[in-house]
């Protein structure tokens, strides 16, 4: 669990730094697109609210997942897919043994 923890804190500081990168970057080329190509000419736009209003939206959805992911645990096809993998490993290796096998001599 703490890995997941981890990873989704991770994902959030990436996430809102995305989020600010894009809105710095609004301000030039907004800049550019009101001054018709003398971006001096105009006032650079406050994306603040903005940013905060995107980091709050990432804030709530990671929140969502850190709660689903502390409560559940793996089920259904996950589950069942671990399950299958660990009994069944010696025919899946065989299999893939003789699946190369086989390529190997179709091509040499």
């Known amino acids: ?4 923890i981890d990873t989704l ?4 500081g990436r996430l809102k730094g995305f989020a600010t990168r894009i ?3 609004m301000i030039d080329l907004d800049r550019r697109m009101r001054g018709k190509g003398f971006p001096d000419r105009v006032p650079p736009y406050d994306p603040k609210r903005e940013i905060l209003e995107a ?9 969502i997942l850190r709660m689903h992911h502390i ?3 793996p089920t259904g096809i996950w589950a069942a897919g671990k399950s299958f993998w660990l009994k ?6 065989s299999a893939l043994l003789a699946l ?9």
């Open 23 to 25: 809105y710095t970057r």
């Open 71 to 73: 409560t559940s645990e």
């Open 1 to 4: 669990m703490p890995q997941r």
């Open 100 to 108: 190369i096998a086989l390529l190997i001599t179709l091509i040499g």
């Open 9 to 12: 804190n991770f994902v959030e």
């Open 88 to 93: 069944h490993w010696q025919w899946i290796i």
């Open 55 to 63: 980091e709050e939206i990432i804030s709530q959805k990671i929140a």
